[in-house]
């Protein structure tokens, strides 16, 4: 019993508490990152609690410090939890089965997959793509890299065969995790074919190791593929944990970036398993029994550290879903929260603004009255759909959490605590304990008055900041640390009412969410360029109902009439699926005769933005353009996005 309790001491249970250990996690940051610390299981404690400098950027909590997260996450439970659910696994089709492993049975797979892995040739450092739909054996590859010391690269299974290659390429993985296929909805995903197509351009793989979950055919390349279940037969059952310093990098995750490649984001074992399980743990304040289910996929930052690493080092149990929210209708988010008695539900406005849409019967047919506590994630929601949360889900009972992050944070920076701290409708509210938030005017000065808007920035470290940047600490440095000095930029915008309560208002860069996924333009434009009749092409978000926003893209072509334009426009969009992956499809194409430019011949997308948002009256100064006709021109052929 010691060890479960140590892990409650963590928890905050009032306002004054959360008042109490903010203002110590100020006052004395290492002696309170400290004190949380002490609740995990270590093979030494750390000699140092916190070095950093922003001005390099460099970051490092609990150097010297050893341990394994998988020990926090599975050996620490099986004395008091063995035989407790740790992963309830709800298939696409609902007349599929239900699987359920305990925290034993999982323990025991991730080790005989970590032998699987050891006796692959995969060790300490390596890297490991793993490229898988939403099943166990998802979370079993990404524990028996951390198990083993090797550094796992979830890909999004939706991405395109370049978006795999690219990856795979810029952190080297030696080994490519797979699965014949996915279900998803009505579709069969052909991971394996895809990732075939990837591999032909990835030298670095040396074996792919293959579950068989569809039963599809697949290509076959000998020597370098094995069946999943055949390798794991015979693997033994008992892996002894590497022992891992606190700052060894545990994953890599990508995201868009404004520019260029996606940005492969460094976290390390200590700090991460520490943040991520203490923001777990006091924003949705799980407690024993619960059942949890946040709706993310594992292949984006919210499905590693809020369905796998820190539901799991809490000792909770975290359900995955394998399918959509759609299929086979529009009352299967209800469907599944009634049918395990699901307790945490923690979704994407975009899904809410979705299901509202649908009759409040699909809703109201099925039982909720399990729920306790509401989480939104990923973009800012609306009030609109706050409120339809909160009433037809939540029963106007449950507290909704609206928590702010970040890839690159590693866990929730901004965010209420579930029923303890007070919520306001479309408000992150306050910074958890730790995080050093404040907003900044466009010369980078701190604004101090008690209602402000700006650009969000934090001042002072917290243990999951992503290191740096896979291959690229110039970047990382430029990215996240220069737009003000001695500052962490997370690149979004942000207002305060006169509590201290933070409103997200989105990003203040090119990245747009789409669906909360986040997409850098330049690389869709890219994409597009590369059609042979495209001259050039500009692409803008702009506010959508459903996915939050939109992307709208204008191209200029060498083709001038109506009926080609036509066949250009599916062309562009299979060739974005194809290069990024279906998520990055404009939503609108505009044929235009040029694009609005600087005298230094930079895009003004500024003006863009607006003319695809239907806001053409008020465009601001556009007397430094090179072209300043062409704007009206755009605005006279623009696309009814309304
Ligand atoms: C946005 C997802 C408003 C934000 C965890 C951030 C949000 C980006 C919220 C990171 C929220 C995330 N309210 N905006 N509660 N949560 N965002 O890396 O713009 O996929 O910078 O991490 O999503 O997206 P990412």
Same mark, same amino acid.
């Given at each position: 019993?010691? *060890?479960? *309790?140590?892990?409650?001491?963590?928890?905050?249970?009032?306002?004054?508490?959360?008042?109490?250990?903010?203002?110590?996690?100020?006052?004395?940051?290492?002696?309170?990152?400290?004190?949380?610390?002490?609740?995990?299981?270590?093979?030494?404690?750390?000699?140092?609690?916190?070095?950093? $400098?922003?001005?390099?950027?460099?970051?490092?909590?609990?150097?010297?410090?050893?341990?394994?997260?998988?020990? +926090?996450?599975?050996?620490?439970?099986?004395?008091?939890?063995?035989?407790?659910?740790?992963?309830?696994?709800?298939?696409?089709?609902?007349?599929?089965?239900? *699987?359920?492993?305990?925290?034993?049975?999982?323990?025991?797979?991730?080790?005989?997959?970590?032998?699987?892995?050891?006796?692959?040739?995969?060790?300490?450092?390596?890297?490991?793509?793993?490229?898988?739909?939403?099943?166990?054996?998802?979370?079993?590859?990404?524990?028996?890299?951390?198990?083993?010391?090797?550094?796992?690269?979830?890909?999004?299974?939706?991405?395109?065969?370049?978006?795999?290659?690219?990856?795979?390429?810029?952190?080297?993985?030696?080994?490519?995790?797979?699965?014949?296929?996915?279900?998803?909805?009505?579709?069969?995903?052909?991971?394996?074919?895809?990732?075939?197509?990837?591999?032909?351009?990835?030298?670095?793989?040396?074996?792919?190791?293959?579950?068989? +979950?569809?039963?599809?055919?697949?290509?076959?390349?000998?020597? *370098?593929?094995?069946?999943?279940?055949?390798?794991? =037969?015979?693997?033994?059952?008992?892996?002894?944990?590497?022992?891992?310093?606190?700052?060894?990098?545990?994953?890599?995750?990508?995201?868009?970036?404004?520019?260029?490649?996606?940005?492969?984001?460094?976290?390390?074992?200590?700090?991460?398993?520490?943040?991520?399980?203490?923001?777990?743990?006091?924003?949705?304040?799980?407690?024993?029994?619960?059942?949890?289910?946040?709706?993310?996929?594992?292949?984006?930052?919210?499905?590693?550290?809020?369905?796998?690493?820190?539901?799991?080092?809490?000792?909770?149990?975290?359900?995955?879903?394998?399918?959509?929210?759609?299929?086979?209708?529009?009352?299967?988010?209800?469907?599944?929260?009634?049918?395990?008695?699901?307790?945490?539900?923690?979704?994407?406005?975009?899904?809410?603004?979705?299901?509202?849409?649908?009759?409040?019967?699909?809703?109201?047919?099925?039982?909720?009255?399990?729920?306790?506590?509401?989480?939104?994630?990923?973009?800012?929601? +609306? =009030?609109?759909?706050?409120?339809?949360?909160?009433?037809?889900?939540?029963?106007?009972?449950?507290?909704?959490?609206?928590?702010?992050?970040?890839?690159?944070?590693?866990?929730?920076?901004?965010?209420?605590?579930?029923?303890?701290?007070?919520?306001?409708?479309?408000?992150?509210?306050?910074?958890?304990?730790?995080?050093?938030?404040?907003?900044?005017?466009?010369?980078?000065?701190?604004?101090?008055?008690?209602?402000?808007?700006?650009?969000?920035?934090?001042?002072?470290?917290?243990?999951?900041?992503?290191?740096?940047?896979?291959?690229?600490?110039?970047?990382?440095?430029?990215?996240?640390?220069?737009?003000?000095? $001695?500052?962490?930029?997370?690149?979004?915008?942000?207002?305060?009412?006169?509590?201290?309560?933070?409103?997200?208002?989105?990003?203040?860069?090119?990245?747009?969410?789409?669906?909360?996924?986040?997409?850098?333009?330049?690389?869709?434009?890219?994409?597009? +360029?590369?059609?042979?009749?495209?001259?050039?092409?500009?692409?803008?978000?702009?506010?959508?109902?459903?996915?939050?926003?939109?992307?709208?893209?204008?191209?200029?072509?060498?083709?001038?009439?109506?009926?080609?334009?036509?066949?250009?426009?599916?062309?562009?969009?299979?060739?974005?699926?194809?290069?990024?992956?279906?998520?990055?499809?404009?939503?609108?194409?505009?044929?235009?005769?040029?694009?609005?430019?600087?005298?230094?011949?930079?895009?003004?997308?500024?003006?863009?933005?607006?003319?695809?948002?239907?806001?053409?009256?008020?465009?601001?100064?556009?007397?430094?353009?090179?072209?300043?006709?062409?704007?009206?021109?755009?605005?006279?052929?623009?696309?009814?996005?309304?």
């Amino acid at each position: 019993m010691k *060890r479960e *309790r140590k892990l409650d001491k963590m928890v905050i249970t009032s306002e004054a508490q959360y008042k109490e250990a903010y203002k110590k996690s100020v006052e004395d940051p290492q002696a309170f990152w400290a004190g949380i610390a002490e609740n995990f299981q270590w093979h030494k404690k750390w000699d140092r609690v916190l070095s950093y $400098d922003w001005s390099v950027p460099e970051t490092k909590w609990f150097e010297g410090g050893k341990l394994n997260i998988t020990e +926090n996450c599975l050996d620490r439970h099986l004395k008091e939890r063995g035989q407790q659910t740790a992963i309830i696994w709800e298939p696409n089709d609902p007349g599929d089965d239900v *699987r359920k492993i305990t925290y034993a049975e999982l323990h025991e797979y991730v080790c005989r997959f970590a032998n699987v892995l050891k006796d692959n040739g995969i060790g300490k450092g390596d890297r490991v793509c793993i490229y898988m739909p939403m099943l166990i054996e998802l979370t079993v590859a990404v524990l028996a890299c951390a198990r083993v010391g090797a550094i796992h690269s979830v890909v999004f299974a939706g991405f395109s065969a370049r978006s795999l290659a690219t990856r795979i390429n810029d952190s080297q993985c030696k080994m490519l995790i797979t699965a014949d296929g996915g279900f998803r909805g009505t579709k069969n995903i052909p991971l394996k074919e895809i990732a075939d197509e990837a591999l032909d351009h990835c030298p670095s793989v040396e074996n792919v190791i293959i579950y068989k +979950n569809t039963g599809q055919s697949i290509e076959w390349v000998s020597e *370098r593929d094995h069946w999943w279940h055949l390798e794991t =037969r015979n693997a033994s059952p008992e892996f002894t944990a590497e022992v891992m310093d606190a700052e060894d990098p545990l994953f890599i995750l990508y995201t868009s970036g404004s520019t260029g490649n996606p940005k492969g984001m460094v976290h390390s074992c200590a700090g991460y398993m520490v943040y991520t399980t203490y923001t777990f743990k006091n924003v949705f304040q799980y407690k024993d029994g619960d059942i949890y289910w946040c709706t993310a996929d594992i292949g984006w930052i919210t499905g590693h550290s809020y369905i796998i690493y820190g539901p799991l080092a809490a000792g909770a149990t975290t359900l995955m879903f394998e399918g959509i929210p759609s299929y086979p209708d529009n009352g299967r988010f209800w469907e599944v929260c009634a049918k395990h008695k699901v307790t945490h539900f923690y979704t994407a406005p975009t899904a809410i603004r979705a299901l509202e849409k649908h009759p409040v019967s699909l809703v109201e047919k099925h039982d909720l009255s399990g729920l306790k506590v509401l989480g939104s994630v990923g973009e800012p929601i +609306n =009030r609109e759909a706050w409120m339809w949360y909160s009433k037809h889900i939540g029963k106007d009972k449950c507290p909704v959490v609206d928590t702010w992050w970040q890839t690159e944070t590693g866990g929730i920076l901004i965010s209420s605590l579930a029923g303890v701290t007070r919520q306001k409708a479309t408000f992150a509210t306050l910074p958890m304990p730790g995080i050093q938030a404040i907003l900044l005017d466009n010369e980078g000065k701190e604004l101090k008055s008690d209602t402000a808007e700006g650009t969000l920035a934090i001042k002072y470290p917290w243990p999951s900041i992503a290191r740096t940047i896979y291959g690229d600490h110039d970047r990382y440095k430029k990215v996240y640390f220069s737009a003000f000095k $001695d500052h962490y930029f997370p690149g979004d915008g942000a207002l305060k009412d006169e509590e201290g309560n933070y409103r997200i208002t989105g990003r203040v860069d090119d990245v747009v969410i789409v669906s909360g996924h986040n997409l850098g333009t330049a690389p869709i434009e890219n994409a597009i +360029n590369e059609h042979e009749m495209v001259v050039e092409s500009a692409v803008v978000g702009y506010p959508h109902p459903i996915k939050g926003n939109a992307l709208y893209a204008y191209v200029i072509t060498y083709s001038n009439t109506e009926e080609a334009n036509q066949k250009l426009e599916d062309e562009i969009k299979g060739l974005v699926a194809r290069t990024i992956g279906a998520i990055a499809k404009p939503e609108e194409i505009q044929f235009v005769p040029g694009l609005p430019k600087t005298r230094s011949g930079k895009i003004m997308r500024r003006i863009l933005r607006k003319v695809a948002s239907g806001e053409c009256e008020n465009l601001g100064d556009t007397s430094t353009l090179l072209n300043p006709d062409i704007v009206n021109e755009i605005i006279s052929g623009k696309v009814n996005t309304n």
